[in-house]
């Protein structure tokens, strides 16, 4: 009986870190305004990259320890530090284009339905009505955010020309195709044996070396001024190192898919410092989104209640595995994932003909 009720607080907690990363990134595209003579690539090289060497370095020797089960899943190690690398050069040339509240919206309210894509395709998971109603929520905000947005740039009252919020709008499809790939990679070596901190500290840790030459190449307006040099670090530190400590948890807890469906808080945290700090407005239209996005967030976190016969069934036996927003295995009991020599928290793992998986090293 006491299995169930662990597995739901782990997943309770794991929801709530996700929630709480979310509202530290939806703070970037604001300090991002307060260095105005820094590049798009710089910010996004500065607050990713060194973010992603300070988790790797903190996170040594994790990783070390764990080395073994990382070079055996080298595959996706790479495929995850190129997601981070990719991630932030997209994400904030996106907002320098579209605005702070549509590149933002664009970026993560993409991820859920790519992550969805990645976990059918790759992971065969199947996906439930209640994560596909939750989604359908926040994709609906996010439409309607980006489409007030867009029609003040049209009218010559947005953040830029048309052209320019449609370039945007293009570069945060980019990014949240490339947050679910990184969110996918982390997750699934979590879930294949490597503790949090290591898969966090490793594909991060990849992805800033990636981005080292960036920041070398356009990071000299950072040093030009003590505000711009504050925004660099605070976006390494707070956003990127303390918000990715929290994803990490999380991703240890919940689905991949449902992790990035979380952090559709994210754009509405953005949209509304953007109305507040940066002076952008926002029309009844883009609060209806943001209204749908937190009803999306309210479907996916409020925990379901069980059946009576369920409950009843529940004393004589032990209960069945709360069955997760992403749907899949959960109806098999804890007894019967270890006799089958399973983790009810992980994820069986994908066997080819040959049986061995295919993203491990041959």
């Known amino acids: ?57 903190v996170a040594g020797p994790r990783v070390l320890r764990a080395r073994d089960d990382l070079r055996a899943r080298w595959r996706t190690v790479l495929i995850g530090g190129a997601g981070v690398a990719l991630y932030p050069l997209a994400f904030y040339t996106s907002m320098r284009l579209a605005g702070v509240a549509v590149g ?55 953040a830029g020309s048309a052209a320019g919020t449609v ?22 070596l979590i879930t294949h044996g490597v503790p949090s901190r290591a898969a966090m500290g490793a594909v991060f840790g990849l992805g800033g070396l990636m981005l080292v030459p960036v920041l070398l190449a356009t990071g ?24 990715y400590v929290l994803f990490g948890f999380g991703l240890a807890r919940v689905p991949v898919s449902t992790a990035t469906t979380l952090s559709l808080l994210e754009p509405a945290v953005a ?46 036996r032990a209960a069945a595995v709360p069955a997760p927003a992403y749907g899949g295995t959960a109806s098999r009991t804890s007894d019967e994932f270890r006799a089958a020599g399973q983790s009810p928290l992980c994820t069986p793992k994908i066997r080819t003909r040959s049986g061995r998986d295919p993203w491990d090293a041959s």
């Open 104 to 158: 933002t919206v664009v970026s993560i309210g993409s991820a859920p339905l790519a992550s969805a894509l990645i976990e059918r395709l790759v992971d065969r998971r199947r996906l439930t009505r209640r994560w596909m109603a939750g989604a359908g929520l926040g994709l609906a905000g996010t439409v309607l955010l980006c489409a007030a947005e867009a029609a003040r740039a049209g009218s010559g009252s947005g």
């Open 167 to 188: 370039a945007g709008v293009g570069l945060g499809l980019l990014a949240g195709v490339t947050y679910a790939v990184y969110a996918w990679a982390a997750h699934r």
């Open 220 to 243: 000299a307006p950072l040093t030009a001024s003590w505000t711009n040099a504050g925004v660099g670090l605070y976006m390494a530190l707070v956003p990127m190192f303390t918000g």
């Open 1 to 57: 009986m006491s299995r169930p009720a662990g597995h739901a607080s782990g997943a309770g907690a794991g929801a709530v870190a996700v929630l709480v990363a979310s509202v530290l990134w939806g703070t970037t595209g604001t300090a991002a305004t307060f260095a105005p003579g820094v590049g798009p690539l710089a910010i996004g090289a500065a607050a990713m990259g060194l973010g992603g060497l300070l988790q790797a370095a």
């Open 271 to 316: 949209a509304v410092f953007a109305v507040l700090v940066v002076g952008e407005r926002l029309p009844a239209a883009g609060w209806a989104g943001i209204v749908l996005v937190i009803a999306c967030l309210g479907v996916l976190t409020v925990p379901a209640r069980r059946p009576r016969a369920s409950r009843r069934a529940g004393s004589g």
